[in-house]
């Protein structure tokens, strides 16, 4: 039997009919939630990704802009620019687009920006109450795929989850977001020896490797559930995860596919943790 799949363009709408009524009561009360996004440089997928988090803002009544700035912004420029965008009283959520140039330490950044104003739960004040299990801006791909598994119902609770990939933006947060919901977690990376006794074993398996096709139906628990977080460009064009989605589809009980999987959900956390910003708007 072929696996069900999980689909996050179709689940992304869902939330985001669901949010336009929440901002709609928001701006009833004199608040309309503003997200800042910063891009740097001309990194044409983070164009396509920021072009993509603004209009879908605006579907949901969030109001946006797009500061771009040159390739060669100095790190203080960027420093300078946030530290107005944190005094800014109409500004709720400020997200500086990944990766950075190289010459721009992209942790001092992140951690210049308000806590209040993290959206991207990425400042390490949040990371911290995201590990401690307080409500804080959880990291959008992480929170998109916990709300994928919970959209389907898909136990959590005392399963084996592996996580390939230990990024801080994804697979560090991910594992950790599942040990809150009571997972038993086991993190794999370039240097895990056997790959796949580990990921035999996992009752859910979420792969952020970037590398197309790396997991196959031989590397798959009967039954599991799969969700690919890669997204590799081929050479003609398309998308692919870094999941072998034909032979996956086989084994496993649920998988996410790529495109429209796991990548619109990431926009739409953004969204929710814009809104959840404006609500805690300072008088
Ligand atoms: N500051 C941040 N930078 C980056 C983040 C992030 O969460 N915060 N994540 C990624 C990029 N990203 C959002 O910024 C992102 C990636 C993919 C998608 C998406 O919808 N993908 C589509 C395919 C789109 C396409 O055709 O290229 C899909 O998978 O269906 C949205 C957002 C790195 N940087």
Do not use: W
């Amino acid at each position: 039997m072929s696996a069900e799949i999980i689909n996050g363009k179709e689940l992304a709408q869902q939330l985001k009919d669901n949010m336009k009524n929440e901002v709609t009561e928001l701006r009833d009360k004199g608040i309309t939630p503003h997200l800042t996004v910063v891009l740097i440089g001309d990194n044409p997928a983070s164009k396509s990704y920021v072009k993509g988090k603004k209009k879908a803002s605006a579907e949901t009544g969030i109001s946006s802009d797009i500061i771009e700035l040159p390739d060669s912004t100095s790190e203080e420029k960027l420093l300078q620019l946030i530290s107005e965008l944190n005094n800014d009283p109409e500004v709720d959520g400020i997200l500086v687009q990944l990766p950075l140039p190289e010459h721009i330490a992209e942790q001092k950044v992140i951690e210049y920006i308000d806590p209040g104003k993290d959206v991207d739960g990425f400042h390490p004040v949040n990371i911290g109450r995201m590990m401690t299990g307080k409500d804080t801006f959880l990291p959008c791909t992480p929170f998109g795929i916990v709300t994928m598994l919970k959209s389907k119902n898909i136990a959590i609770s005392g399963q084996h989850v592996v996580v390939i990939g230990r990024s801080n933006i994804v697979g560090k947060p991910v594992g950790q977001l599942l040990l809150n919901e009571n997972a038993t977690v086991t993190y794999c990376h370039s240097k895990t020896k056997g790959l796949k006794q580990f990921t035999k074993m996992a009752d859910i398996l979420i792969v952020a490797v970037g590398i197309p096709g790396a997991i196959g139906a031989d590397h798959i628990k009967p039954g599991a559930a799969i969700i690919d977080v890669g997204i590799n460009r081929l050479a003609d064009g398309s998308l692919t995860g870094d999941v072998d989605f034909e032979e996956a589809k086989e084994v496993a009980s649920y998988i996410t596919p790529v495109p429209k999987g796991v990548g619109p959900m990431t926009i739409t956390m953004l969204l929710q943790n814009t809104i959840k910003a404006a609500k805690g708007r300072k008088a």
